[in-house]
């Protein structure tokens, strides 16, 4: 039994990390943090975990987490503040997995242009490793720091790894039109999440500006060897959950349907939470659940890759919980069936 | 061509009048004012009607209003502001209809009482009539100022008017179980509003303390000649429009169905808004139309009435409209076919 | 680890088990029959299940199922067909918990009457066992037959079982209003849960005629030692899961609030999965769990009580694990926390 | 006045229609067929149009329409059965908008192979115009024959009409990625728009091999003068209504984004029915009216389109009767605003 710490408790992730935790035999929730929470009970700020985490809220205290024995710490702050907690917690010797997008950029320069602010953690930001297990797995299993990937990313990254891998791709080419159901957004209410105006509609965001976009084109470029440009265009559709990202590639040269996915597979053979998919996905095959689900059509010049998750499970706190599973020694779907 | 001023534009009944109007061919959307939004186009505010409604919003100035000639105003206020509007116009001598809740209590006390703040203007509020067309259309045509009905209380009262009117049932029976979509709860976001908070689930809210409550006794009082009783429950729905109340009387004597539902034909006949449905209606029946639907069963003791509207067409902006109607001579469906 | 078969594995129940059985540390998945389905793979029916279940869709043959060794069967056929299983299943030693309506009224002429067909296993009927927990737990513990209570039956039985219990209120006087997501109608596509037709609409349907009412109606009156009598009235939400009932009861004699409240903590203390609430539940605080929430309310002269669930996972499936947990020795919680 | 009738009124684009025709001072719904529905009121099958329309279907003859003296007739039966309602049509010297794709390819051999069946009226096929006002509004005003457009094609077409007319972007490097309420599946239940399938699920279907392909290809060649080729995935959003469309293409050389933006204002100038947007529209803005929404941006080397409509309204009953509109010399926006 090890020892959970959970910071900025009172968001979705944090819910949904809480939920998966309370079903993991081998993980005790120990401690919550939250500021505007801060003395509250669990069932107060997430109603259907009443009479099923016994903590309160608390006040994020470094020393406090390290006299609880906390072995492992996941943040679920927003980026910017999750960095003031990083800190003091590697000090303490707490190994910490940030699900905000602070440790994400290995550039700090990268991270300054988009986040619209300075890094000011660059020590621990250089030893951080990015936590998608079908790629660093090797990496996570030592990590004392793992930056949780984003949400889009995943689904861009995994959707795109095969071909970039074996080089069939232009990497010029890749362009990633992704929709995400609305808890994506967070639970701070704003006009544009207000029921009345987002349900029953389907909209753009962000294009051609979401910060996912450098976070994609990294993880990307170092699979490849090379650099990758990507056009990223999210959209906001009317459900709570789910990522569903539709990815136009031009390969080099052509490709039958039947042979990319059979890389596909060969690359996702042992993987147990990606399904290289015969037929078309749907987000709802994989809602509540770990996995990301993808198939491959080519069409007339074009490779077409569907790729879909659940963005608060496979997307944030699930694939945190495979994270910890790694760096615990754990089996990696232990808590995750 | 009658000229409109719509007052407090910003939110979904001021939109949904404004959509009414457009297609209206006697009146012209000749102001639309909004303390937050003054100087801004329309558009900006309510992208649907981008390039459809000419007007600036304003800041209210009920002089201004007069000199621009407004025949009829409409308030969307909130209530306790639509009082501070009222006032002046009915100086300045234009025709109102006010869709707050500030006219429609007829006494002051009980205003205060469930306003949880003293009536302000009750030299006003003793002319208000309440504009329940198909109850009190004859003094609705030369009222001066009408106090447009809740939502809810449509439903409640034109289910209920019938059987009261005819002394059917014992008015200490009554039970109101209400479902409105999210749009009741008006454009400002808050937490129970927030699509990942509400979609995809059931609830009620303010139970026994809702401000309906005494409005739907108050014009059941009213049509019965006796004091009314009345539970009222509403709940929230994940959709955007509807209103679905199912309520229960308990007859004096034992009814035949049949013979109930002639009493409904026989009542609402030569109403143009009210159907009287053989089978049971679904609120999608009614969206975006002015119609309120009606069918009734008889439940082993009980009567079972269904009735249903789209609380911002019908249940708002749309009866409001056929108030205009009537107060100005034009057929009473003009504008809402 | 004991072995479940579950039966008619093409529904959502089915599906609905599958997904928490694959949790439970105790219990195997070791069959699935489906008439239509034999010979299928799980994941080409029901893809969130691909490569999470290894069997193979099978033909129901209970000396197949007894030759594997299954020791507990689920019934989720419809009913009439589900007796066609139970008998051989009897027959052939396995435990059985059945989640159609075909053994929960324990007078086959009310089967027959509900029904519109005779009851062709009697023997059967008699020793069956009503599978509510935490009503009849110690009858559960050792049966061989559990019928599995029906979705909206829970909310109304709990939602009044401390009343009735106490002889609080006038059996005469029941109302339950119900409200329920869309998966509560099956999976075979019809009219009524066509998309477009449900979706943002809410209706009311099978009025005073739903066969959940004799089940209601036979259980309370176990509870209260005395015949109830309820009106019943479902609807239908724009939602895939959840139940919320709100019931309507009069009290012998005035009671307090407080006093109602503290009845019902007391009545389900020690029970893990009704949570007595302060606040007002909704649905959302249940979803995908075994939860039964409750509020209870004073209004003027009435006792209303909120009683709400998800009707796949405690409306079905979820208390289905429970009741076999009661029946093989496990912790009552074991794969539903 | 004119005389309509409505060909296969049993569906959402026939329901729509006389919703619209409803509010249209200069046109009668005089007639309405349906094969399945014949002798029943519309009531019955359209509930909302309970009292508002008077007609009752019958079985579609040409002989009777004329002699009923009908100016216009609106096709909205399935594609095939269209050819077989349009022929005696037009030899009755009935004017015909047909909603289905029968008219809409001019290459009978393109029609065989999207549709597997030959096209059996080339002698009409030869004299349809494609019914896109926007661009061929000239012949529309005297066509006999009009095949109303699509409903992805109209987002895609409007989308990139502009850019290829003045031979902006590589014809070969064109994208389309559109998203689609459920009621463009139509009416008939099937399992992929079973409610609880659908809702709170995103997924791509016909992924390169969708019928509107080829429509899309035709006039974006005809307007290009030179052929163009498209990608393009359609998916399906839990929602009821409104078609978004994400468009990427590669200019020939780079252009900025105001430069482009302009470019869309000057084609567009006059075009009642089309609004180039600054900021990024949503579905909902057009939802229930007749306008396309567009707005435009350039993402490093691509210029990305984002265009959207009501897929019922503009996306097929709407721009049917703007075509109307334009066919009897009336206002281009009567009944439409």
Not at 86 to 95: D, F, M, N, S
Not at 135 to 144: F, G, K, L, P, W
């Amino acid at each position: 039994m090890i020892k959970a710490a959970i910071l900025g408790g009172s968001g979705y992730t944090a819910l949904e990390l809480m939920t998966i935790l309370l079903r993991h035999p081998r993980v005790e929730i120990a401690a919550i943090t939250s500021r505007s929470e801060a003395g509250q009970s669990i069932g107060r700020v997430h109603p259907s975990l009443l009479q099923r985490v016994d903590v309160v809220f608390e006040e994020f205290d470094a020393a406090e987490l390290k006299r609880k024995q906390i072995d492992i710490a996941f943040g679920c702050l927003p980026h910017g503040a999750s960095i003031e907690a990083v800190k003091p917690l590697l000090e303490a010797g707490i190994r910490t997995i940030d699900l905000s997008a602070d440790y994400r950029l290995t550039d700090p320069e990268q991270y300054a242009a988009w986040y619209e602010h300075p890094h000011t953690d660059t020590a621990n930001l250089a030893r951080a490793v990015y936590g998608l297990p079908e790629v660093y797995a090797q990496r996570i299993r030592t990590a004392t720091l793992v930056a949780n990937p984003g949400c889009y990313p995943q689904t861009a990254i995994l959707g795109l790894a095969p071909l970039l891998k074996h080089g069939l791709i232009d990497p010029e080419s890749v362009i990633v039109d992704s929709k995400s159901g609305v808890s994506g957004a967070g639970r701070t209410p704003k006009l544009s999440t207000h029921f009345p105006e987002c349900n029953e509609s389907f909209a753009a965001y962000s294009v051609g500006k979401h910060r996912h976009t450098p976070e994609i084109e990294q993880v990307l470029g170092d699979i490849a060897g090379t650099p990758v440009n990507v056009i990223f265009t999210p959209h906001l559709v009317p459900m709570d959950r789910g990522i569903f990202s539709t990815i136009y590639a031009m390969p080099k040269q052509a490709v039958g349907e039947r042979e990319v996915m059979d890389l596909y597979r060969a690359y996702y053979a042992g993987k147990p939470f990606v399904r290289v998919r015969e037929g078309l996905p749907a987000t709802k095959d994989t809602l509540r659940t770990n996995y990301l689900d993808i198939a491959v059509r080519v069409v007339r010049d074009r490779i077409v890759v569907l790729a879909c998750e659940d963005n608060l499970t496979r997307g944030a706190s699930g694939v945190a919980v495979q994270n910890m599973n790694l760096m615990f020694g754990f089996d990696e779907t232990e808590g995750l069936r």
